[in-house]
Every structure is written in C-alpha cells, then in structure tokens.
C-alpha cells in the first residue's frame, strides 16, 4: 500500500493540495468576484465547494495581493466550560452568537496569546473588531471574507430570526465599505431561504455563481492528473470506465421499465472515494492502474461503506477496543436521529464515550474531521455523502454480531425507548440468560431493567384482575338471593292491598252523605256573592279615578325625559364640536409640522424652526413633538451636562426637589469585566445647577456632593424612599479571600440629605452568591421594601422593623422588578425567556404570562403612568408595550440598537426612555410609538440606568458618566427660538398663516418685516 496517497478521499481539498478539474470554474468565479465584490457562490452538497475556495480560489486571490481573512463558519455557540462561575445567564446571552461565531473564526489565524479575549470578543461588532484588528496588523489594501457552509445560518434555530437579522445588519455595515469583498458559499437549496435578509446586503446577493457537479472531461482529469503527478499512469479506458460507472442513472422509461442510461455529472466526493480506495488496494511497486484495478472497488455505496469498514475495523485492533463502540460512536453522536451530521466536543480522555486515541486514529483516514472553535476541538463526519453508506454497514454489522437481546436493545434505544419494544414471556427468560454471558452497555441495561419492571407490572395487572373476577361472581351471588326476597316482598304486599280496597269502599260510602251536607252550604254561599259583586262595582268606580292621575304623572314624566334628552343632545352637539375644532386645530399643527420638514430639507434652518414652534404651540401631539426635537437634537440642545467619568453606575435616583441625583457606581473593575466584579462600590450625591453664559445661554453644572465607601464590604444595590428621605443599600461581605460569595448581604440606611447613617444594620441573606444581582424597591406607599437576590428569590420585608413579611420565589431568574403606580401589583422579568410574573400585593400569589413575542429574552420593565401600560426590553433591542387589562402587545419597537437594559416613562406618560448596552439612548412617544429623535450616543459605556425628574423636566442617565437631558416643553420652545434667532417676516407670514393677523412667535426676538 502506497503511503502517498493522491486523492483526498471523503474529504476537502487544503490550501497546499492541487486541485484539477476545475480551472474553468475558478477562472470565471476569480474575475466575478474581482469585478463584483460580494458573490454567492452555491452548489448541491458534495460537488466541492469548499476545495474549490481552499485549494482553488483562495491562492488565486493572495497573488492578486488581496489580504484573504480565515474561512468563516457561523455555527459555534458559548463554550460551557469557559463559563465563570461569576457570570449569570444574561452575561452568557448579551452577544449575537453569528457574530461571535464569525469573530472566533477570524481569530485563528492568530497565535492563541495574540488572540482576543472571550469575554471582549462577545462584546465587539463585526465592523467594530475589523477596524481593531486592522490598525492593530497595520493592514492595508483590499480584504477578502469567506463564508464557508453559510446555510448554517439557515438552519440554525429556525426561531432565531431577530438574531439573524442583526447579525446581516452587521454584515450590511462592514460591506458597505468599498474596501471589501466578500464570498458566501453554501448548498443551493439553502438559497431561496435567504430571501429574507438578502435586502440587508447591499448587492441583494445578486451576483451568483452556480457550480455544476464535475463535467466528464474534468472528472478525467480529475482521476489522471493526481496519479500522473505521483508517477502512475492511470490509463484512458480505465479512467473511461469509472467516469461512466460513477454518471450512471435509473432513469425510469413510459411503459414503467427502468433503464440504466449514463448521465451528465458525476459527484468529485464520490470521485475521490473510489480512486482513494482504488490508490490504496494497488500494490506499491505498480506503475498502472487498468480496468482490472476497478474491479474490487464495486458500487460508490459499496465503496464508501467498504471503505469505512475497514478503517473501523483496523482502528479497534490499533486500539484495543470493541469495534462496536466506534461503531455506535458514529451511530449515535456523530450522527443525528434525522439523519444530519453532528458534532462531537474532543474531552481529556474519552469524547462521548470514545477514547481520543481512536479519534485521532480515525482522523487519520478521513472519515471524520476536526475543526477549531474558541481554542476547542470539535469532530464530525467528513462528508454528508456518508451517513446512508455508515448506517448501512453499521445496520448489518450489528444483525451478524449481535444477539437477538442486543439488537432489540439497539432497536429500543433508536426508536425511542418505547415500551411495544420490550421482551415478554419466554423471550425475556432467554434475553436473561444471554444477558449472563455478555457484557452489558449501559443502554442494554436499561433496556433488560425495563424488559423486568414491564414483567412485573403486568403480572401485577393480573393479580388485579382475578381479584376484581373474584369480586364479580361474589356480587353476582348477593344479587341472586336480593331478587329472592324481593318476590317474597312482592307477595306480601299484595295482600295488603285487597283489605285496603275494603277500606276504601266504606270511605267513598261516608263521602256520598258529606256532599248532600255541602249542597245546603253552596246556597247560602251564592247569595254572600251577589253582595261581594256590588261591592266590586264601587272599588273598580274608585280604580278609575286613580287611573287618570297615574296618566296624569305619565305625561309630567315624559315632559321631564324630553327636556333630558334634549340636554343630553346638546351636550354631544358640543362635545362633536370640541372635538371637530380639536381635529382641525391638530390638522393645521401636522401641516405646519409638515411645513417645517420641508424648509428643513431645503436647508432654511431658521423658518423650519419657527413652523417647528407654531405647530407645537397649537397642539402638542406625537408629530409635533417629534420636529421640535428633532431641529433640538441635531444641534445638540436636548444635552444639558454631564459628570465626570464615575465608574459604571446601574442606579439612578432624584431627590423630591430635583435638584440633586442620587448614584451607585463600581470601580477598580479588572479590564474587560463586568462591574459584579469590582472590588469597591459607592454610592454619590450629585448636585447641579443652571449658570447664565456670556451669550446668555442657560448652561448647567453638575458636580459632587459627597461620596459614601467602604473597603470592606461591596456595594450591591441603592434605592430611595418613596418621600426621598432615605437611602435604603445592600452591601456584601465578601469572604475571604473569596470575592464571588458574600459571608452576608445586610440592608444599611442613610438620610439622603446628609448622607449620614441611620438605624441599624438588617442581615437578609448569608453564604449567597456575589453577582451584584441584588435589586431593590420600594412600595409606594414606603410600607414595603421588595429585596431579589441570587436571581432565586425576591423577599417583602415590612419597613417598620425590616421583617420579612412574605418570600416569592422566582422561578424564572429576576433581572428587574417594579411597583404597579397603585402598589397593587408587583412585576418582574427574569432575563432567560418571555415571561412576566404578577404578584397580587394583596394575597401575595403570583402568576406567570408568557409573551408571545419572537424576542430571546425579557431583562428591563417600566409602568406606565397609569399602571395599565408595560414597557418590556428585550435581549436583542426589541421594545414592546404590554396592555395589562387586555393582556395584548400593543407595540413592537425597534431602532436597531443593542440589548435594552433600561427604561423609563416620564411623569406625564408621552415619552419612554430606553438604555442600551452599545452606549445609546433612544427616546419614543408613547402614543405614536415612534422614536421622537435619532438614537443619541454621548456615553463611554452601557446606559444602566434612567430617571425622570418628578416633574418631567428633566431625565438623568448613567453609563460610565451621569448625564442630564432638557426634557421641559417649555425649554425646547425658548431653544428653539433661539436657534431661529428672528420671528417670521411679513411675506412668509402671509405664505403660511393667510387671513390671520401677524404675531410675534418667539417673544426675544423683534417682529419680522
């Protein structure tokens, strides 16, 4: 046997192998892609597309100085054994794993101490990790991205969609830079399925490229060439023959007969089966490879199974193991019930099951594969084209070596362990003794335990049986002497009826005399009715009477009704002309506003602030408020000041007179961390105030107050009192040397005035976790404090003493909790699904509403002003608003930003504010559902947390800084005049307001000529 084997065999095609057959293809695929940029190269599975990008097109593209990325596959999820014990569900959820997936494939052309961290990588965009690694490889020139197999991103989680789009809204960002191509290759019937996302490139993935099975002069060369090159001669008739053999079909005539004809295309994996195993069985010393070399390869399934037979076989003698455990190794874990390939992760010693000797010996002969993934080992099989060859071989394998127990057992677990699969009777007696005799798989275990438990069951059902058949002839019996002594009953009875006829004849003899007796009476009665009849006449007399002041009142009553409804009448007329001039007034405010986006586009700044005003003057509804702002946006006005950096702040607090903020902040983070894992926490007082700039614009300051910390314990959570009175914190005593368990969690309180402590400490937990998921927040009454901690448990402790009252366990992890406005309700989210859960304040019993929404994750909560409006922030950007009473989506919004880690309404309920964890704020209105301005981006880290002033007039977010937003209507009104800087002139005023007299708009400045 020849050691230099030519043919590649089952497997792809490396970069420093030669590829033949295909120059015509790479030579049109090269200049498409050079002309085009972004192709979608596809193909039926095996005709090779990926030896053609690897050995073919990706050298090809080097010498036309292009900087060729790794290839990519978007398939890798969360390595679980890189999971710290420190991160919670939502930290391992907060990434896109496309985008992650894609991120560690460009990774491996690095050396593992050059390569990116995890933790960072799960955090960076597509374009955001390309622009960091090109200045960090001082790379210039064109790039080139290859991704291999991309109908994975098809037929992974079908349900995924909201991630899949996310990751192509990358994809659209990264390619839209000139500077890039792109090829994606996948499986053609795969195609159609990228309708969907295909708008998101900026080709559409126009420009295909179909690659066609092997033509048969390429399927020649294909077999010649690679002998040729290795010194052997692979003869034209041989190379003939097995073309023809390998392109022939069924193919089925119109009177029913099938036919084999020779058809047009032959697979190359195929191919490169036969020829591998041809190369392998010719002797080493043997320069020709004829017909007759042809004849011990057989049929492609037979070479494939044969082929795969012997590598399995050699591989357990090298070994020393059963041939039934690689066996069932393929059978079961690299293989799919659905018949698809699976993957398998390499282990320290044995990888499910199989011990990593033999997988590496059976990498060696390319029936399987392995590929590297965030510095892991993962196998599958080489090809799809083997499943139907290794099922088959592995199916008569196991009929010839396996005992009638075995091969029901086998049978059992394949189908599903279902119980018409279980021995019975004799069959189970003999399935016991062969039982003794062999060694037992854990699978053959269960099967023979199950096989007994079913034994014993059903002799239980028989014992149950010939009792209940006992039970029935006994009651049959009872029965049989119950209707004896019925018949003896009946009998008596009957002669107790014939005296009772007696009896009765001498009554009726009794009742003849009484009647004469009553005949006498019924005459003195009919005279007593003549004078009840006169009696009559006189009340019915009366009745009339009473008859005629009842209509009397009717007709009064009918009066007053009229009168009401007239009332009634008028009032609607009034009410539907309240609401005709509240119509019309809201017409002319959307055709100003409408006004004012046309003089903005034509880039009269001035005017279009000035119609911006007006509108907003007539009614403050969602589009008027959207072009106030918008004009307030661009130029910035919106942003009143900010802090310097703080630390990452996940709390947000004003006081009762809104002019200070109350702030939780982490520091000393390790880089690249989360903040549950910085050593000191504080919490701040921040204090601000307006200043009159020499232009005579109002600024703002902000500055800070006073600082509370403690090196010896870590800040977990901070809340104020409803009145804003106290500050309510959780701290943690680590233990030592420990920082990811708290020793205790205690509940300390500070006057938010002075900052000073107050009352005493409170234990609420001890040995918990240290995630710094601890949250906390107050009834609105300030009679009960709501505690989650460890993600478990949310605790009710009554704030007169600080005892727990009630304890609610969160089966679905708390990542936020709020009050109801009326205290009534408590919800919260919990970060791992769509689920909501109520707790009834009253009786304290929860209940769960899942969402039926396709967003991954639920993590942030807000009420509304009203308490029947619930603002849900997703995991992939998805906002949605609940109705309470209905129990319905109302809204579904989407800016394209990142996870939604907090929201806001203002007190008036027109306006939410959402954080996202890629460093914007998004505002919306609340009635539109409509974002009120462009996503704004001003802080250095995640936005964790919002309030709103309690008058509306201002909101404060915290990311790495605090920072203060005009939210006043009354100050984006004089800002915008400002920004005017003069009112309507005479000739624009009669353009836009004809028939009405002239007036000053913006008061500072003088009237318009």
């Known amino acids: 046997m020849s050691i230099n084997n030519p043919y590649v065999g089952p497997r792809s095609f490396s970069r420093a192998e030669t590829l033949y057959g295909r120059d015509h293809e790479l030579r049109i695929l090269t200049d498409r892609l050079i002309s085009e940029r972004i192709v979608l190269l596809h193909s039926p599975s095996g005709a090779g597309k990926t030896s053609l990008v690897q050995a073919g097109l990706i050298p090809q593209l080097v010498s036309e100085g292009f900087f060729v990325h790794p290839a990519i596959r978007v398939n890798a999820e969360y390595p679980a054994d890189l999971i710290k014990a420190t991160d919670t569900i939502n930290d391992l959820r907060r990434f896109n794993r496309y985008t992650f997936s894609t991120l560690l494939s460009l990774e491996e052309r690095y050396q593992p101490e050059e390569r990116t961290k995890l933790n960072r990588l799960a955090r960076l965009s597509f374009g955001d990790y390309l622009a960091l690694r090109s200045i960090e490889d001082q790379r210039e020139g064109p790039e080139f991205l290859i991704f291999d197999q991309f109908e994975e991103i098809i037929s992974i989680d079908s ?15 990264v390619l839209k830079n000139r500077n890039r191509w792109a090829l994606f290759v996948m499986r053609t019937d795969y195609v159609g399925a990228l309708e969907p996302y295909a708008r998101t490139i900026p080709t559409y993935f126009s420009n295909t490229f179909h690659l066609e099975l092997l033509g048969v002069k390429a399927a020649q060369d294909a077999i010649q060439q690679p002998a040729k090159k290795a010194g ?50 010719k002797s080493a010393d043997k320069t020709t490879i004829d017909e007759q070399d042809l004849a011990s390869v057989g049929d492609v399934n037979q070479s494939l199974a044969g082929y795969y037979a012997a590598s399995v076989s050699r591989t357990a003698e090298v070994i020393g193991i059963p041939e039934r455990s690689i066996r069932e190794w393929f059978d079961r874990k690299l293989i799919t019930p659905e018949g698809t390939r699976s993957l398998v992760r390499i282990g320290t010693e044995t990888s499910e099951g199989l011990p990593n000797k033999a997988i590496r010996n059976l990498e060696n002969t390319h029936l399987i594969r392995s590929e590297k993934r965030a510095g892991q080992i993962w196998y599958e099989l080489a090809h799809d084209r083997l499943i139907e060859p290794i099922r088959s071989d592995n199916k008569k394998w196991f009929e010839t070596h396996l005992n009638l127990f075995q091969r029901q057992a086998h049978l059992w677990v394949e189908q599903g362990k279902g119980e018409g699969l279980l021995l019975r009777g004799h069959e189970l007696e003999v399935a016991e003794q062969e039982a003794k005799t062999i060694s037992l798989t854990p ?100 009745a009339t009477a009473q008859a005629a002041s009842a209509q009397a009142l009717i007709n009064a009553n009918a009066a007053a009704t009229s009168q009401a409804i007239a009332e009634i009448e008028k009032s609607k007329a009034n009410e539907q002309e309240k609401l005709a001039l509240e119509q019309k007034r809201s017409a002319r405010a959307n055709e100003l506003a409408a006004q004012s986006i046309l003089a903005q586009n034509k880039t009269q700044d001035s005017l ?177 404090l709501a505690v989650a901690i460890n993600d478990t448990t ?93 129990n319905v989506i109302t809204a579904q919004m989407y800016d394209r930003q990142g996870r939604v880690l907090a929201l806001a309404f203002s007190p008036d309920g027109k306006i ?16 539109s559902r409509q974002p009120l301005i462009r996503p704004i981006l001003r802080h250095t880290e995640a936005v964790n947390s919002l ?54 708009t913006c008061p500072e400045w003088p009237a318009g000529r």
């Open 159 to 173: 349900n995924d969609r909201p991630a899949k789009m996310a990751f192509f809204s990358q994809l659209r960002t």
């Open 232 to 281: 052997v001669d692979f003869t034209d008739a041989a190379a003939q023959k097995l073309v023809d053999d390998l392109r022939r079909v069924q193919v089925q005539s119109l009177d029913g007969s099938v036919q084999s004809q020779l058809g047009l295309y032959i697979e190359p994996v195929q191919l490169q089966v036969v020829c591998y195993r041809i190369w392998e069985n």
């Open 443 to 542: 699978d053959e275990s269960a099967f023979l335990v199950a096989c007994r438990l079913l034994r014993q069951r059903e002799q239980r059902d028989r014992n149950q049986r010939r009792i209940i058949f006992a039970g029935l002839v006994i009651s049959l019996i009872l029965f049989f002497v119950a209707v004896f002594f019925s018949i003896s009953a009946v009998a008596a009875n009957r002669s107790f009826e014939v005296e009772a006829i007696k009896a009765k004849e001498a009554s009726t003899q009794a009742i003849a005399q009484q009647s004469t007796a009553q005949a006498a009476s019924t005459q003195a009665i009919a005279q007593q009715s003549l004078a009840q009849a006169a009696s009559t006449q006189a009340v019915a007399l009366q």
């Open 608 to 784: 279009a602030n000035l119609l911006a005003v007006e509108a907003f003057q007539i009614v403050d509804n969602s589009r008027t408020r959207i072009q106030l702002l918008s004009a307030l946006n661009t130029r910035g006005r919106l942003f009143l000041t900010n802090s310097s950096q703080t630390g990452i702040a996940p709390y947000l607090a004003f006081d009762p007179g809104g002019q200070t903020v109350i702030s939780s902040n982490f520091y000393n983070c390790p880089e690249e961390s989360k903040y549950y894992l910085c050593n000191q926490g504080v919490f701040k007082s921040w204090q601000f105030r307006s200043i009159i700039a020499s232009d005579g614009r109002e600024l703002f300051e902000i500055t800070q107050a006073k600082t509370i910390s403690n090196s010896a314990v870590m800040l977990d959570a901070i809340t104020l009192t409803p009145d804003g009175k106290l500050i309510a914190s959780a701290f943690c005593s680590p233990v030592f040397n420990n920082i990811l368990r708290c020793e205790q969690e205690k509940l300390i309180f500070w006057d938010a005035q002075t900052l000073e402590r107050v009352g005493e400490e409170i234990l609420i937990a001890t040995n918990s976790y240290n995630s710094r998921n601890v949250l906390l927040s107050y009834h609105p009454d300030g009679k009960t």
């Open 794 to 886: 949310i605790l009710l402790l009554e704030t007169q003493t600080y005892t727990e009252k009630a304890r609610i366990t969160a089966r679905n992890g708390v990542a936020q909790v709020a009050f109801s406005p009326d205290g009534k309700t408590l919800v919260f989210v919990g970060g791992y699904d769509n689920t909501l859960t109520f707790v009834d304040m009253d009786t304290l019993e929860s209940r769960d509403v899942l969402i039926p929404s396709s967003t991954r994750a639920l993590i942030s909560v807000a009420y509304g002003p009203d308490g029947n409006l619930l603002a849900l922030g997703s995991s992939d950007g998805l906002i949605l608003f609940w109705d309470i009473t209905g």
């Open 912 to 927: 939410l504010a959402a954080g996202h964890d890629n460093y914007y704020l998004t505002l919306w209105d609340v009635a």
């Open 947 to 1000: 309030t709103f002033s309690n008058d509306g007039n201002m909101l404060a977010s915290a990311g790495n800084e605090i920072i203060l937003w005009d939210m006043s209507s009354e100050s984006w009104l004089k800002k915008t005049c400002a920004l005017a800087g003069r009112n309507f002139t005479q000739s624009e005023w009669l353009q836009y307001f004809p028939g009405e007299v002239y007036r000053v």
